[in-house]
């Protein structure tokens, strides 16, 4: 690549850049949003998790439609065409996270409709846990942490172990009481959204080991058959 | 590329779409496996489905770093660019559909353990739907056929409706008699796992229109709001 292709390419990694931090901030304030309303019972925070699904939706085509530009008329190698991968597939995970939280303001229409069933507190925990490991998954992609990377991986088993102790709670009231049925099921329901948001932090750290490392730590079991096979 | 070139990159994009295929027919048996399992009561059939999960991971690597080589050293451009990054894109959904066939065979645990709650009617209707959904999504990856991509997507109402139906059902059981409850919520987690495998059926069929017309269907309205805001 001569220098003026590089600085042209450099100026494009930037801006991808960017983009996807700016998807992630969006992404983490839907979470936010969408546990508070749980937490302070206040319907109007749907609101703008709503629009922010919007932006999340225009901005994962944007970066697909300029990465695959990038591959396509600057063929880059190595670690610049691994990030341009990982690129298009955490802009996926982070627009599935917006989704995710567009599910828990679904599940708090029917908790709002109703008395509060409990004071919410391993729920809140797993949505600070969960937006937590998404910021720090993206200050490792930025940063070419891998340390970083692993520690959002060890933090997965913090969220679930936490959503095992909801639905064990949540039982307990459903089955002393069957008019706390539904609104048990709704908040296992979150639990759940919010256990699979932090599976996709884990996911984007997973992304950012193999483009540092250029090896794939997702199925670390399948990497040693796959080895072992060859 | 020179005749030679493009006769080395064919057979590579022949040999990622063989794989593909049989990631998608394991995919397949997975769910039928584990769908089979809730009806026959048969925790024997959890076997298979956990031996298949290695086989996707192992092939999800295999098909990524084979796409990714095929990018570096060849530098596609057009369809041929777009086939690369859709069967990135499309191994994690056809591997993410395998994790979810396991979440049946976990929640199967805990419904073997237990006398059946009621005969399964609209679960393995979902199971057979969702699979199907997986199944044509292929074949419209195969031969580039958008009205059968198009077809999937209108598809996946169906299942959504059905586990609309199965959840309404379920609750008037746990209400009715808490007993039911633990089992109500398992089956309850099936069909939010069935609904999810075709959602990863429609995402599959968006990145074969994509493909093939090189226009992004996955979020028409952000699409609409992308193109004014130009």
Chains 1, 2 share one sequence.
Do not use: C, W
């Amino acid at each position: 690549m001569s220098l003026h292709h590089q600085r042209a390419f450099d100026k494009g990694l930037d801006d991808l850049k960017r983009k996807l931090l700016h998807m992630a901030d969006v992404a983490e304030d839907m979470i936010d949003k969408s546990v508070e309303e749980l937490v302070k019972r206040d319907g109007a925070l749907a609101d703008p998790v709503r629009d922010h699904e919007q932006e999340l939706n225009r901005l994962q085509i944007e970066i697909d439609e300029q990465a695959l530009m990038m591959l396509a008329t600057q063929q880059p190698v190595a670690q610049d065409l691994r990030f341009l991968v990982a690129a298009m597939k955490i802009n996926s995970d982070l627009e599935r996270i917006g989704d995710l939280a567009m599910n828990i303001t679904q599940n708090a229409q029917v908790l709002l409709a109703q008395p509060p069933l409990k004071p919410l507190i391993d729920i809140p925990r797993m949505g600070d846990t969960s937006g937590k490991m998404v910021r720090e998954s993206m200050d490792a992609l930025i940063n070419r942490d891998v340390i970083k990377a692993q520690a959002v991986i060890m933090k997965d088993d913090e969220v679930d172990a936490l959503k095992n102790q909801v639905i064990r709670e949540l039982l307990t009231y459903m089955i002393g009481d069957t008019q706390t049925i539904e609104r048990g099921l709704a908040l296992i329901l979150v639990s759940r959204h919010l256990e699979r948001i932090a599976d996709h932090a884990v996911n984007i750290a997973q992304d950012v080991i193999y483009m540092v490392q250029g090896r794939d730590v997702r199925h670390p079991r399948a990497r040693v058959n796959a080895a072992a096979s060859k």
